[in-house]
């Protein structure tokens, strides 16, 4: 023991130095482990849920089918028998113009189209006499043709004045307003003793909606979202009128012509709802959101917990064949492993994570705390007067 004692009093330097070599041997075998090792991760959560992709808009609730009712003739309004709200079925009586003015005319019409049976009588008896007498041979070829002229005229004339008198009687009728339609009446655009006037456009008078318990949406979808806009998609919407209740809707229609509005081109949807109960009113705004796909009972994190750009900011010596476009680095428990996955369905604010590996309590690794900042940048075009659409499936 004496004789080790001496050895390294007599070898004090090279003794030194066999110490501190094995100091950093132990340094750099367990100190830059350890110090991996006693990052502080940042993580986001994993749940299991429903997702949905989205599209939404604005529009105006309107009824399916509405008619203008109009007048064909101009007249004073002498009596009204529909207002706001009535129910009408077809051929009821809405409004009457007062007929005097059309009565004379229906008189003046009838006596000339006496006077020209009259005439026609006339000449007929006259154009038979002629014959007989060119065939006795006591008037000449001309004078009989030209009774069988007139005669043919006067055939003529009773077929205008016949054709004036229908018309007179006609617009006779005219001056009775009768709803062509079943349906509500939504507005009145006229009162008793108005005047109107019918000699350039048909004035409208009323305004019925059919059926007002099948109503529609119309709403724009900007080119960037039209896409993924299908026809039977289901759509949800609300109302300000009723706040909290969500109704339902189908979309029917996809128009194909397109209008530019603040330089957005922007397409018409056409959605259909059901209003059996009544509640929703003509002119309405509707808060629509379409549907666009929608996936139970699956993995999903926040769009955050993607924009990892490398795993080299975040832990060393990661193979370079994994990369965060093809794995996921997880926490599970203390143990950091990486696991494949594929993007699923996206929304505005969580993506669907396909993978085997996943485990309950799995955390997504993005970053670890005192790490430096770095310029992540994801960019997300998709969007515009519809929303955020989201990626394909």
Sequence with gaps: MSNKRNWFLRHKWLSLFIIILCGVVVYFAFGKSEKQTDKKFITSNISRGDL??????????????????????????????????????????????????????????????????????????????????????????SEMEQSQTQYEQASASVIRAQSQYDKAVTNLGYATITSPVDGTVISRKVDKGQTVAASFQTPDLFLIAEDLTKMQIETSVSEADIGVIKQNQAVTFTVDAYSGQTFNGIVRQVRLSPTTTSNVVVYTVVIDVDNADLKLMPGMTAFVTIIVDAVKDVWKVQNSALLVRSFTNIMDNVDENITPKTHLAIQRGKEVVFVKYEKGLVSPTETEIKSDEIKEGDKIITGYIGQKATANHTGNRRGGMGGPAGGPR
């Design 52 to 141: 949905s992709q989205i599209v939404t808009a604005t529009g105006e609730i309107m009824p399916v089918n509405t008619v203008n009712v109009g007048s064909q003739v101009s007249g004073t309004i002498e009596e009204i028998f529909v207002d706001y709200n009535s129910v009408v079925h077809k051929g009821d009586i809405l409004l009457k113009i007062e007929p005097s003015v059309l009565q004379a005319s229906v008189d003046e019409a009838k006596a000339s189209l006496d006077s020209a049976k009259s005439q026609l009588q006339y000449a007929k008896n006259e154009y038979n006499r002629n014959k007989t007498l060119y065939k006795d041979g006591f008037i000449a070829r």
